[in-house]
Each structure stands twice: as structure tokens, then as C-alpha cells.
């Protein structure tokens, strides 16, 4: 009897040694690991990071939703994870998050050179990479994420949203453009492709861009624009407010993904206000809107509800959920338009850039200010300052950078 207690305190004891260490949940043939799990992938030669939060509740035999969760300049998807809600939220609905890491890189950016974190959102970027640096591929990498989570977990693949802050932001928007045939819906905060280049979709989607009225000026952290000044700021070009920002956004999302125009706006003045805009041709695969939502007392930050009155996570989520993955594609007309659009090379250039027609150009400041313009198949840009620059073409603007 002796024997047979102190065998049985041997199989117990590491239960209750580890129990508390490891939270895992057996549903399948797999075991899974709940909570914070760091994971690594080779892509192209990086070893890439990331983390993934499984909720304690999730299912193996039921299939989940997949949010993604991009970091802003500087940042890491550990960063987010400790501070930013959704791991909290995850809980709660029962979805699981990846906090991807953005790679270090040696960048030109605000008039002087840094080492940072950065998503690879080129050619719209506000910054360039320092001589000898490459920029990794990022979509890539986001992509192999999604089928090794489908791998591990049971990923309901018409449910994978992605949300990004800041420089996560603009990343996001790109993703808007060049994952829509994986994702249902995109976030994007305080950060977005604003820069007017001309993109095809793989397929129109809904997406949600949104950023606090202190979000501008010396360190982004304002004086408060007023709520009420939302319509001015999305319908008139070359406000002096962050060059317009918010009016370039706004467009370029209605020509990217082909929306009307015109739009409603609601919300309270002392709080949030939130304009909508819907597709100019409803119909089959047009289950889409984009929304454009000023928070007040907001500067460069993520809310999370403690940190600021408005629950970004909570508010994003019901809103993406609403959505699931439709197998909608760019029309032939809109692949037509893409290919006939005039090309030059290269960019950057610190010399000369060619087209591949004979053209009529502007070359203008981020203000919208011509600088110079001409008609031919090349231009001197040798006597330019390093600097972003507006090429107009063809009614067109693309984003032209001198080095």
C-alpha cells in the first residue's frame, strides 16, 4: 500500500508542478498551448517574429476568427500585446490575435537618419531606405502567418481581419490593397496610404480609417480641431492641416475602392464622429463601405478605453465582425485602367526620371504647389532638394521621390 501511494504522488506531482506554468487545452489530436505563445518563420532569409494569444475558451473542433494586430515605427508585437486590449477582447468573443514584428532597418525620415522598426510600406512611405538597406517583404510575410495559423488552428478563413497603428496603419492600408483576396476587413489608425497612387485592389473590401483631432502639428499632439469641421476637412483639398491629410485619405479611398463621392456623417461633436461611404455600383460582391471616424481629445495614440475614453478595440471589432471574406475581384475595365496608366523609372532618382510615353507632367510640393512641369519622356530633377514630391500625369498623381 506504501508502494503504491508513493508511485501515485510520482504521477501526480508534475501535474500539479506544471499546471500552473503551461496552460494547455486538448481538444484535438494536438495540443494546444492557451495564453501568449512567441513563434518565429523564415521568410526569404529573415527569421521573422511574431506572437499569437489563443483564449482560454478556444475549440479546436470550432472554427475562429483571426485578428491581426500591426505595431507602429519603433515598436514590436510584444509591445502591443502588453498594452493595447485585444488580447483582453480575444476572451471575451473568442477570436485569436497575431502581434506581428516589423524588421530594423537604417531609414532617412523627418530630415535625419535612423535605426527602427519599420513596416515596408514603400513605394507610399513617407520616408526612404538608407543607401545599401532592402526593404523586406512584408505582405509575404503576413501571408505565410495565415497559413501557418491555419495549420495550427482552426482559422475560419472567410473571418481573418487586420488591424495596424501609425506606421502599423499605413501597412494596414496596404494590405487593404494587396491581401484583400484573404481579408474580410481592414482597421487602419492614425496612419494610411495618402500618398495619391493610383492602386487596384485584388478585391474591394471594407475598411475603417480613424485618428484623433489632435493628430497633427509639432508632435502630433494638436491644438483639438473641432469635431464639427469634419465635412470641411473630407471635402476641400489643401487644408493646412497635416497637408490636407484628411481629405487625401478620404479620396484615395474612394478611387481605390470605387465609392461615391458623397457621404453621411453622424456622431456627437463633444466625442466621436464617424462619416460613411458606400460603393458608387452596389450589387453582387459590393458589401463593402469605408469609414472615416475623428476621435476628439486624441493625439498619436491607440485607444484602449483606459487610456483614453474611446475603446478602439471594442468599437473595431463590432465593426469588422459584420463582415466576412466575399471572392470579389478587380472588373476588367478597372485591370485596363491600371495598365494604361503612364510609367517612369527610376524612383527614387537623384538625377533624371524617364516615361515609357511621351507625356505632359507636374511636378508639385506635398502642399499641391507646381514646382515645375513640361511635356516630354524625361525630366531633369537634378536641381530639386531631397525631398517627397506629387508627379502629375494624365489627371493622375503618383508620388515621386528625390534622393
Known sequence: MKSNLFYLILFLLPLSIFGNSINTSINSHNACVNGKLKKTILVDGFTREYIIHVPVIYDHSIQVPLVFMLHGTGGSGDDFYENHGWKELSEEENFIVVYPSALRYRIFTDGENKTITKWNTSPDAEWVFQAGETGADDIKFLRRIIEEMKQDYKIDAKRIYLNGFSNGGAMASKCAVEMSDVLAAVAENAASYYIDTVYIPKRKLPVLFQVGNKDYGPGNIGPEIPLIYLDTLLSQAGIP????????????????????????????????????????????????????????????????????????????????????????????????????????????????????????????NLNGESIKNGFGNEIDISNLPPAIYFLKMENKLRKLIKN
Open 241 to 364: 492641416i497635416q497637408n490636407g491629410k484628411h481629405f487625401r485619405i478620404a479620396n484615395n479611398h474612394i478611387r481605390n475602392f470605387n465609392l461615391q463621392s458623397s457621404y453621411t456623417i453622424v456622431g456627437d461633436t463633444n466625442q466621436v464622429v464617424v462619416a460613411t461611404y458606400l460603393p458608387k455600383n452596389p450589387g453582387p460582391g459590393t458589401g463593402y463601405e469605408f469609414k472615416f471616424i475623428l476621435v476628439k481629445a486624441l493625439a498619436h495614440a491607440y485607444p484602449n478605453g483606459e487610456n483614453h475614453f474611446f475603446d478602439a478595440p471594442k468599437v473595431h471589432w463590432n465593426w469588422m465582425q459584420k463582415f466576412m471574406l466575399e471572392n470579389t475581384v478587380a472588373t476588367k475595365d478597372e485591370k485596363n485602367e491600371a495598365l494604361e496608366l503612364v510609367s517612369f523609372y527610376p524612383n527614387p532618382s537623384q538625377n533624371k526620371i524617364q516615361f515609357d510615353t511621351m507625356t505632359e507632367w507636374n511636378i508639385m
